[in-house]
């Protein structure tokens, strides 16, 4: 077995949040028209794209912490180390595809989202909702906006 060392995820920017997960909640609704709106806002949607898959996949597969109680077994390395080969796929399919792997990213990402974190009772959408609220609540904390800033609406039209 390999001895993968992750480093701490460094938090998104506010900006990239929102704009990763407004063209992700475009995709799962089939909105095509948003998603291409999104991707003319932001290029640089593809490698958002791969920065939320870590935030979402790092945590999610990854082995207990030495502090907590669980101590991992064979299935835990199993399953890191598969975590580690997605996000490795997804980054070179970005690198070989660059912008044109927007949806397909997006697409897999979803999926990731609905095999791996959907309840039976609950819809992808809200699980989104409920990954970006977290994700941009992160961003807030690592980039609070400067003393005197105005307020930003945060919620997307």
Not at 26 to 38: L, Q
């Amino acid at each position: 077995m390999s001895e993968t060392i992750t480093m701490p995820l460094t938090p998104m920017t506010p900006h990239a949040v929102m704009s990763a997960f407004n063209y992700l909640r475009a995709i799962e609704a089939g909105d095509t028209e948003a998603a291409a709106e999104f991707i003319a806002a932001e290029p640089g949607i593809p490698a958002l794209l791969i920065e939320v898959a870590h935030h979402i996949v790092i945590p999610t597969t990854d082995l207990p912490d030495q502090t907590e109680e669980a101590v991992p077994c064979d299935s835990s390395f199993a399953l890191f180390e598969l975590g580690i080969c997605f996000l490795g796929t997804l980054r070179s399919w970005h690198e070989q595809a660059g912008a044109d792997a927007a949806e397909g990213l997006a697409l897999t990402v979803i999926r990731f989202i609905t095999q791996i974190l959907t309840q039976d009772h609950e819809e992808v959408a809200d699980v989104l909702q409920h990954l970006n609220a977290i994700a941009f609540g992160q961003a807030l904390a690592a980039h609070p906006a400067p003393a005197g800033a105005q307020p930003v609406r945060t919620t997307a039209m």
